[in-house]
């Protein structure tokens, strides 16, 4: 009974995720780009995210992933590029997964590069997250941490660098629902015009 409403749930997404992509280019963009500013402010909240907004070379943030899994697993969410606090582009994320994997939940993600040869390789659409990515979650009164050292408002430069991952550093936002596996590895992401 239950498995049959996690395949339900599973369904559901793709159904959306199906559905988005048949919206026309042009009349996506301007709400596209007002949910990811939107998204942003969002993340703004957070103290420990001050010092990747004022050091980062770039960002990607994407304001609704949905992933689903029974076994095999998707995940799919569109999103804003941004160099030096400036739109550039918009890009896609997709992963797929197979393995202990249960439900479905709904996030928002941004991914900050550390500098211009991660944003190069993040623009290129060569990159991927590997399997040593691992994002923080952030919620409400509580900040995770992304590395083995802790940071705080006050971060000094070096402290903000532990976070970086191959020069990427990864903060989900739950927006609802359940899921048994949380990994971020394996996205891969396609750059579009904007």
Known sequence: MQSL?????LFALIFISILSGCVSSSAQK???VSEAETTLESFKRFPELTPFFEHAYG???FPSVGK???WVGGAYGKGIVYKKHVAVAKTELKQVSVG????GQAFSEILFFENAKTFDDFMSGSMALSAQASASVLTEGAAASAGTQGVTAGSSVHEYKARY???TAVFTQNKGGLMVEAAIAGQHFEIKDL
């Open 165 to 167: 991952v191959n020069g």
């Open 30 to 32: 301007p709400a596209l």
């Open 100 to 103: 202990f994997a249960f439900g």
């Open 5 to 9: 409403r996690m395949i339900k749930i």
């Open 59 to 61: 960002y990607a943030v």
């Open 68 to 70: 689903g899994a029974f």
